[in-house]
């Protein structure tokens, strides 16, 4: 016999008792005596027994189970968010169910409606860039399934959100950059449908404000994946003006980036200096090493799947939350120049 296909009903017939006596012995009820309880228990450990999950999801009402939307998780600051979720989680009892949206609408929205199907008792999310219609998130809310966004976030009601300070990353990094003498810095920009797209790019707006640099719009593209930066780097390169420095919005595009560069003679960080932003587990292994914001992907994890088991757990209305993680700029060779090199 399968150690799955054990029931119940395999272990009272096993001891000539009746399946509730097994059930109540199971939970040590006092009914039963200690003498069953121990053969009840030995029988079922020796026949690898497991609680039949769905059966117990409906009488409790809780699947004990958390669906996770992630946009790809080729990205290190996402596999370092789930690292985050899944530690919390999983020492609440609960299982972590993983799902990409890989970008793209339809599939986010499928995700969803698969999700509430399978009865998780909440779910975090993170929003497609490709998503411009928000309406499968209202039907989850209207279901009365807690929803925590996280780093690519919703304002939808009674909706908590985990968010990095990216406005103040951006200008950290933009400002360093300026620091190190550049006067015409590229940004490498996501969409501005996604608030982190809105707040990064402001924030290389007003350090380029604060400091006196005339902003130019032709060298401010949409530009956040490997496929884009092989086509916006050649430009930027082309341009008759030129750059000295770059801020990209991701460290994908900012290592792509660096690669184009240097393959068509120009030295980082004397000729361009760059500055990415997630500070990956790449960052540190480039040639020459990129600088970076950190924006610490597994405390946001963690804070959003604590907001999550909260409003799963306290059975009233709790207003919607705001956690903000601050970042922190890591210098490495990809922006530091020689002092004599600063003007």
Known sequence: MKSSQVTIKD?????GISPSTVSRALKDHPDISPKTRKAVKE?????????????LSLRSKQSKTIGVIIPQIVHYFFSNVISGIEEIAYESGYTVIICQSNEDYDKEKNIIHTLMSKRV???????SKTTTNYDHFYELKNSN??????DRVLNLPNC?????????????????LIKMGCKRIAHLATSQELLIGRNRKNGYLQALRDNQIEI???????????????????????????IDGIFAVNDLTAITAMSIIKSSGYDIPEDIAIVGFSN??????????LTSIE?????MGKQAITLLLDRILKDEIIEARVHQIKTELVVRGSSLREPSKVS
């Open 11 to 15: 272990i009272a017939k096993a001891l």
């Open 43 to 55: 029988l079922a450990e020796r026949l690898n027994y497991e609680p039949n999950a769905l059966a």
């Open 121 to 127: 008792d909440g779910i975090l999310a993170s929003v």
């Open 145 to 150: 399934i807690p929803i925590v966004f996280y």
């Open 160 to 176: 908590d959100r985990v968010i990095v300070d990216d406005y103040t990353g951006s200008y950290k990094a933009v400002e360093h």
């Open 216 to 242: 130019d719009e032709e060298i401010i593209l949409r530009c956040d994946t490997d496929m884009h930066a092989r086509k916006c780097i050649p430009y930027l390169l082309s341009l008759q003006k030129k």
């Open 280 to 289: 990956s587990l790449y960052s540190s292994m480039t040639d020459p090493p």
């Open 295 to 299: 924006q610490k992907g597994y405390e």
